[in-house]
């Protein structure tokens, strides 16, 4: 079963510490890997999408890798604006738009 | 002008109640989804439609009917309310069926009393 973990579950940064956020996979056949961002009563919004093994996308303070078996998202001198749920998700190697999302890792920078 | 829309923003209904959400989204995409967000933030999949086509049908209790009058809109209709229906319902579009950006609507949420 295709499976997405997310960690740590939530993170509390101060304003321009710089850290990492892991999403660990398991599916059959990745076609693709998503980050997104998700603010409080709001719908997630689309950060980045990666392909395969090595590829890094980046958009400012933010900076997304991709290895065979999990992704990282670095957030460099994070500021308050910064703070949301950051969700990953993959896509299997189906024909459609069928992502399974992580649960998402809440982070919290302080000014 | 908002991308997707979805009406209404909170639901609030007795068990065994019947509801709709309304979806429509002005990007001019070919495809729009469902998906549910529990109470732990997990969002999963429900149903998809490109071009009024059902694509996608999870494992979804038959209570839950999606319709597609047009490309543009996506409703979905819940019978028999029960209190696990309670979640963050969004609605989300893309052009195409391959494995692209979602735009995701801000959520309907609904609770069950």
């Known amino acids: 079963e295709d499976q997405v973990t997310q960690s740590p579950e939530a993170l509390r940064l101060q304003e321009g510490e710089s850290s990492s956020l892991n999403c660990s996979y398991t599916?059959?056949?990745?076609?693709?890997l998503f980050w997104y961002r998700q603010d409080p009563g709001k719908g997630p919004e689309f950060l980045f999408t990666?392909?395969?093994a090595g590829e890094e996308k980046e958009k400012e303070r933010l900076k997304a890798t991709l290895t065979k078996k999990e992704s990282f998202l670095h957030i460099t001198a994070p500021k308050p604006e910064d703070s949301a749920t950051y969700l990953c998700?993959?896509?299997?190697?189906?024909?459609?738009?069928?992502?399974?999302f992580g649960t998402g890792t809440r982070l919290l920078v302080s000014p | 002008d908002t991308a997707v829309s979805q009406t209404p923003k909170y639901l609030v209904t007795q068990m065994g109640n019947d509801k709709s959400i309304k979806c429509e989204q002005n990007?001019?995409?070919?495809?729009m989804y469902w998906y549910k967000q529990d109470s732990k933030k997990f969002l999963k999949i429900m149903f998809s439609y490109n071009n009024k086509e059902l694509i996608i049908n999870e494992t979804v209790p038959n209570r839950f009917s999606p319709k597609s009058p047009d490309k543009a809109h996506l409703n979905l209709h819940i019978n028999s309310l029960e209190l696990g229906d309670s979640a963050v319902y969004f609605c989300?579009?893309?052009?195409?069926?391959?494995?692209?950006?979602?735009?995701f609507g801000e959520g309907s949420r609904l609770t069950v009393l």
């Open positions: 998700a993959v896509g299997p190697n189906t024909g459609f738009q069928k992502l399974v």
């Open positions: 599916v059959s056949g990745l076609r693709g």
């Open positions: 990007l001019g995409h070919d495809t």
């Open positions: 989300a579009s893309s052009q195409g069926r391959g494995l692209l950006e979602l735009f």
């Open positions: 990666l392909y395969s």
